[in-house]
């Protein structure tokens, strides 16, 4: 608890992808500027002493900002994922289409690092907190891996 405020981890979650999006378009004072706010504002958004989150208006504009980025769009995937839903892209620009094989290799790759870190989270017999984080962010980054692959195959028999 800082400044008498306490964030639930959801809310914690949030806050941490907001300064994820907010450093993938080159921080906070870029980002005021681009979405007409103050740059203490922006702070705010970010800070897990605040219980001020980004109205979802600049979550839009922010995201457009980011587009191309890793984890692209973060703040969406995360308010997916607390609401037990995993966020999957529509075929998207033809441009941009990728290979099957290209995706069956990130889903392989994705499932290496998932066992490389559970590997290292139980090589004491046991589940330490950031092991364990470890392990969740990769498992995650595996579903949306797994989740990219089923709508490459969908869209290929359209």
């Not at 897990?48 to 703040?75: C, W, Y």
Request: glycine fraction near 8%.
């Amino acid at each position: 608890m800082a400044n008498g405020v306490t964030l639930s981890a959801d809310q914690l979650y949030l806050k941490k992808e907001t300064r994820a999006a907010v450093d993938d378009v080159n921080g906070q004072e870029k980002v005021a500027r681009l979405l007409g706010r103050s740059q203490p504002r922006i702070s705010h958004y970010c800070s897990s002493n605040r219980d001020e989150f980004m109205p979802i208006d600049l979550v839009a504009e922010l995201e457009q900002l980011t587009v191309g980025k890793p984890g692209h769009p973060r703040i969406t995937r995360a308010l997916a994922r607390q609401a037990g839903f995993l966020l999957v892209p529509e075929g998207g620009d033809a441009r941009e289409r990728r290979s099957l094989g290209e995706h069956l290799a990130d889903v392989v790759g994705e499932a290496s690092d998932v066992m490389g870190a559970m590997k290292a989270a139980l090589s004491d017999h046991r589940l330490a907190p950031a092991a364990r984080m470890r392990a969740l962010v990769e498992a995650r980054q595996l579903q949306d891996q797994v989740a990219e692959l089923v709508a490459a195959l969908e869209a290929e028999g359209e």
